[in-house]
């Protein structure tokens, strides 16, 4: 007499035995494809964590040449990059501290961390938080002089809040050019900040009066302080260019750069 199969087969048996498209194998091939996809994402993020830091830095040093009107198709980035000096500075005292290591510190992680950042009441550049020390980055000229000084700066705008940098020649009150490397403001609109046309209208204007009033202004209209202290507004995207008005003025100012500016202007650099 033949062997009859067991009364009570295995689990593993009674799931290999149902039919192809029945929902307990169907859940089984999805959730072992998820499974093993999670696992190749996970690895090639491991392995390319290194490379995207590399393009990441890359990235920050063509936007602080550019700013600097260094950046030309083909500059070597490494070689032109390593013309600047960068120094931390401690916004309250507007003086270069050596507690931190300018190649290593990572001014957006400073402005998460209690220790190193204060929160924000008045707010108008919409940041929540302000770090207390950030990364500046000097150029010296062949004789060893200031040339310029590239500033980190951020803010909200309509959708999204703006990274960029703002160069400043070495008056410590003329801007050479601004940059803003991210954002999410609307294409064709908002999006216009990185319009070379419009970031050309920075060139030459001045970020305070005679009197160290603080004049920049970015409007529809001249302000009263004069052409030299203005610049247009997006067409069609008000709350950006108030939003770039808003983080410009703030930086600039006694709780930004202020400070630092000053003792530029002092000669205490």
Same mark, same amino acid.
């Given at each position: 007499?033949?062997?009859?199969?067991?009364?009570?087969?295995?689990?593993?048996?009674?799931?290999?035995?149902?039919?192809? @498209?029945?929902?307990?194998? *169907?859940?089984?091939?999805?959730?072992?494809?998820?499974?093993?996809?999670?696992?190749?994402?996970?690895?090639? #993020?491991?392995?390319?964590?290194?490379?995207? #830091?590399?393009? =990441?830095?890359?990235?920050?040093?063509?936007?602080?040449?550019?700013?600097?009107?260094?950046?030309?198709?083909?500059?070597?980035?490494?070689? &032109?990059?390593? &013309?600047?000096?960068?120094?931390?500075?401690?916004?309250?005292?507007?003086?270069? *501290?050596? =507690?931190?290591?300018?190649?290593?510190?990572?001014?957006? #992680?400073?402005?998460?961390?209690?220790?190193?950042?204060?929160?924000?009441?008045?707010?108008?550049?919409?940041?929540?938080?302000?770090?207390?020390?950030?990364?500046?980055?000097?150029?010296?000229?062949?004789?060893?002089?200031?040339?310029?000084?590239?500033?980190?700066?951020?803010?909200?705008?309509?959708?999204? *809040?703006?990274?960029?940098?703002?160069?400043?020649?070495?008056? #410590?009150?003329?801007?050479?050019?601004?940059?803003?490397?991210?954002?999410?403001?609307?294409?064709?609109?908002?999006?216009?900040?990185?319009?070379? =046309?419009?970031? &050309?209208?920075?060139?030459?204007?001045?970020?305070?009066?005679?009197?160290?009033?603080?004049?920049? *202004?970015?409007?529809?209209?001249?302000?009263?302080?004069?052409?030299?202290?203005?610049?247009?507004?997006?067409?069609?995207?008000?709350?950006?260019?108030?939003?770039? @008005?808003?983080?410009?003025?703030?930086?600039?100012?006694?709780?930004?750069?202020?400070?630092?500016?000053?003792?530029?202007?002092?000669?205490?650099?």
């Amino acid at each position: 007499m033949a062997d009859s199969p067991p009364e009570n087969p295995g689990f593993l048996r009674r799931f290999w035995a149902l039919p192809t @498209d029945s929902v307990p194998k *169907t859940l089984f091939v999805a959730i072992a494809l998820c499974l093993f996809a999670s696992m190749i994402v996970s690895a090639a #993020a491991v392995a390319l964590r290194p490379q995207q #830091a590399e393009n =990441r830095l890359r990235d920050k040093q063509v936007n602080i040449l550019q700013v600097a009107g260094l950046y030309q198709p083909g500059t070597d980035i490494g070689e &032109a990059f390593a &013309a600047f000096e960068p120094q931390v500075l401690e916004l309250a005292t507007g003086r270069f *501290t050596d =507690r931190f290591d300018p190649a290593s510190f990572d001014d957006r #992680a400073a402005a998460d961390d209690p220790e190193l950042s204060q929160p924000l009441t008045d707010d108008p550049a919409g940041i929540g938080r302000q770090s207390k020390f950030v990364t500046v980055y000097l150029l010296r000229d062949d004789a060893g002089g200031l040339d310029k000084v590239i500033l980190p700066i951020y803010g909200y705008g309509l959708w999204s *809040t703006l990274y960029g940098y703002i160069a400043v020649e070495e008056d #410590a009150n003329t801007i050479f050019g601004l940059q803003f490397y991210e954002h999410a403001e609307t294409p064709g609109l908002g999006a216009e900040v990185d319009n070379p =046309r419009w970031k &050309a209208l920075w060139r030459d204007k001045k970020l305070a009066d005679d009197s160290g009033e603080l004049q920049i *202004t970015v409007a529809k209209s001249v302000p009263p302080a004069g052409p030299e202290y203005h610049v247009d507004a997006l067409s069609g995207a008000t709350l950006t260019s108030r939003g770039v @008005d808003n983080l410009v003025r703030f930086w600039m100012g006694e709780r930004g750069y202020g400070p630092f500016l000053n003792n530029l202007k002092a000669g205490d650099i």
